[in-house]
């Protein structure tokens, strides 16, 4: 299995380079790293005493790396999760923060466990997804991916501005869509057919 810093570093080949998107909630970024984030864990990276989009354009490949593993693996406990979701856990907390914990809660308490969707990893979550995880522990992987991708999917029919990250220019299936399809076995990856009546409505 991969290493946390294997997974942080594709999670930041993923994200790609600085893009400052008017349609993205979290600002300018680079490599993944919003410029909240970097506010937040006060990186003042230029040295000029604030911290604006010089300091997010002033981040390194490293620098994001070791902000994910610290601060996007550690700190929220994935790692005490099953290794079979340590991968799409993580690279969508890196995506969504809390709410990646979140969507595996809900999808746990759908299998019949009693945990609570507070988007904090305890022992009840870590318990329940032991459990979950036997004896094939790529069904809790691929199942998670699935209920990943309903969420990405929930947010562009609710948010008309976010369906671009949903689907490509070209009309197939965008980033966010790909992402989460990545993390899953192809059996479950939506074919054009699928993909295209599951956006229909979108117009």
């Known amino acids: 299995m991969q290493t946390v810093r294997q997974i942080a570093k594709e999670i930041v080949a993923r994200e790609g380079g600085f893009v400052d998107d008017p349609d993205d909630p979290g600002g300018a970024t680079k490599f993944g790293v919003t410029i909240h984030t970097l ?57 969504a923060g809390a ?14 466990f009693n945990v609570t969707a507070d988007g904090v990893i305890g022992p009840q979550t870590v318990a329940a997804c032991e459990s979950a995880a036997q004896p094939e522990p790529d069904v809790l992987r691929d199942a998670y991916g699935i209920a990943r991708r309903n969420y990405y999917f929930h947010l562009a029919d609710r948010r ?18 790909k992402r989460a399809e990545e993390f899953l076995s192809p059996r479950y990856h939506l074919s054009d057919s699928d993909f295209n009546r599951r956006i229909a409505a979108w117009g």
Request: proline share 3%; no cysteine; charged share 30%.
């Open 99 to 112: 709410q990646a914990v979140k969507i595996l809660q809900r999808l746990l308490q759908e299998m019949g």
């Open 39 to 95: 506010r937040r864990l006060g990186l003042d990276l230029t040295g000029d005493g604030r911290v604006d989009e010089a300091d997010v354009r002033a981040l390194s490949r490293r620098q994001a790396v070791d902000i994910f593993v610290r601060h996007y693996f550690d700190k929220p406990r994935i790692g005490e999760l099953p290794e079979t979701l340590h991968a799409s856990v993580f690279d969508m907390y890196v995506n």
């Open 160 to 177: 008309p501005a976010s369906r671009k990250y949903a689907r490509s220019r070209s009309g197939g299936k965008g980033g966010w869509i």
